[in-house]
């Protein structure tokens, strides 16, 4: 049993604006909106939603199996992956195209401005569950990218009867009300942030407790004041790790979700899996890239009890899992 991770694997290029983006946008000129931004640094870091997620869940000793597409340009990415104990046999290079890229600008108040670049990614829609021989996985996360793709794998999971996450995020405003209204119903988890959830009940035209109705688990992040999991009729509040520093906002999310889903399959409670998920976050944002913070299960379990206090349960993560 295992878990699948599908989603983008990317090139990341993070640059730095010395300044307010909010300085340089007149609100009524916004119908001729044209601005630039010039940075002062920038850094190209191994990124994508999936490759993301999948670092800090092995980390905390998970397995965890990634399907995605990339270019031709991987070579690097790729053993770097197996370097950290990542399986890479279900990343599928497509020989004509490039790996999706990122590229972001982040402000002073952490604010940003991003594109993504498809490349590869556009083919994860020709690829299922079932013809890469997946379907006995514990759990599958969709998350964000190739939207067809998306929707195929929700459809497919719901059909083979395999539990599956949602995590529409960044993808939000290319899945229409249609898309989400298939795509969320009958999901184990579905993970937003405290916009993104106000734009799924836009879209879909559901209330917060008809979003509840449709899954078994709902989280929703809210930055600064913690998080929400919704679960068996109650809400769980999680607060925040305390920060040291912050160099990059960039991947906090993902690291979330990798430390949550982690301490889930440990069978941790959870109080304790929001908690685990949000020190994770906090490890990202002290570092610039999304797969640069570094820990052992050791490390993490002291720092843990010294925010949290003792819990003896983190010893089962303890125990990296072996390569799937």
Same mark, same amino acid.
């Given at each position: 049993?295992?878990?699948?991770?599908?989603?983008?694997?990317?090139?990341?290029?993070?640059?730095?604006?010395?300044?307010?983006?909010?300085?340089?946008?007149?609100?009524?000129?916004?119908?001729?909106?044209?601005?630039?931004?010039?940075?002062?640094?920038?850094?190209?870091?191994?990124?994508?939603?999936?490759?993301?997620?999948?670092?800090?869940?092995?980390?905390?000793?998970?397995?965890?199996?990634?399907?995605?597409?990339?270019?031709?340009?991987?070579?690097?990415?790729?053993?770097?992956?197996?370097?950290?104990?990542?399986?890479?046999?279900?990343?599928?290079?497509?020989?004509?195209?490039?790996?999706?890229?990122?590229?972001?600008?982040?402000?002073?108040?952490?604010?940003?401005?991003?594109?993504?670049?498809?490349?590869?990614?556009?083919?994860?829609?020709?690829?299922?569950? /079932?013809? !890469? =021989?997946?379907?006995?996985?514990?759990?599958?996360?969709?998350? +964000?990218? &190739?939207?067809?793709?998306? @929707?195929?794998?929700?459809?497919?999971?719901?059909?083979?009867?395999?539990?599956?996450?949602?995590?529409?995020?960044?993808?939000?405003?290319?899945?229409?009300?249609?898309?989400?209204?298939?795509?969320?119903?009958?999901?184990?988890?579905?993970?937003?942030?405290?916009?993104?959830?106000?734009?799924?009940?836009?879209?879909?035209?559901?209330?917060?407790?008809?979003?509840?109705?449709?899954?078994?688990?709902?989280?929703?992040?809210?930055?600064?004041?913690?998080?929400?999991?919704?679960?068996?009729?109650?809400?769980?509040?999680?607060?925040?790790?305390?920060?040291?520093?912050?160099?990059?906002?960039?991947?906090?999310?993902? /690291?979330? !979700? =990798?430390?949550?889903?982690?301490?889930?399959?440990?069978?941790? +409670?959870? &109080?304790?899996?929001?908690? @685990?998920?949000?020190?994770?976050?906090?490890?990202?944002?002290?570092?610039?890239?999304?797969?640069?913070?570094?820990?052992?299960?050791?490390?993490?379990?002291?720092?843990?009890?010294?925010?949290?206090?003792?819990?003896?349960?983190?010893?089962?993560?303890?125990?990296?899992?072996?390569?799937?």
């Amino acid at each position: 049993m295992s878990l699948v991770i599908t989603g983008s694997v990317a090139y990341d290029y993070l640059m730095s604006y010395p300044g307010r983006f909010r300085d340089h946008i007149l609100p009524e000129q916004l119908n001729n909106l044209s601005v630039s931004f010039l940075a002062d640094s920038m850094r190209r870091e191994r990124g994508g939603v999936a490759a993301n997620i999948a670092y800090t869940n092995r980390l905390l000793g998970g397995s965890p199996i990634i399907l995605a597409t990339v270019g031709h340009d991987f070579g690097d990415y790729r053993r770097w992956l197996e370097d950290q104990g990542i399986s890479t046999e279900q990343i599928i290079e497509i020989p004509e195209d490039l790996t999706a890229t990122f590229f972001v600008s982040t402000d002073q108040e952490q604010n940003q401005i991003a594109n993504f670049y498809t490349g590869a990614m556009v083919h994860a829609q020709e690829y299922s569950l /079932a013809d !890469r =021989g997946l379907t006995g996985s514990e759990l599958v996360l969709i998350s +964000p990218n &190739d939207p067809i793709a998306m @929707v195929n794998y929700a459809r497919e999971c719901k059909a083979l009867g395999i539990p599956f996450a949602y995590d529409p995020s960044q993808q939000l405003a290319r899945l229409s009300g249609e898309d989400l209204a298939a795509g969320i119903p009958g999901a184990k988890f579905l993970l937003c942030n405290e916009y993104e959830i106000a734009v799924v009940q836009n879209k879909t035209g559901w209330t917060l407790q008809e979003v509840r109705d449709q899954v078994e688990t709902l989280i929703v992040t809210q930055g600064k004041k913690g998080s929400s999991i919704y679960h068996n009729g109650q809400e769980i509040l999680i607060p925040i790790a305390p920060i040291e520093r912050i160099d990059d906002p960039t991947g906090a999310g993902d /690291a979330f !979700r =990798g430390g949550l889903f982690a301490a889930w399959m440990a069978g941790l +409670p959870w &109080d304790v899996a929001g908690r @685990v998920g949000a020190l994770c976050s906090t490890y990202a944002l002290e570092q610039i890239g999304t797969t640069s913070h570094r820990f052992t299960p050791d490390e993490f379990i002291s720092r843990y009890e010294s925010y949290f206090g003792a819990q003896p349960e983190l010893a089962r993560l303890r125990q990296p899992a072996a390569v799937a």
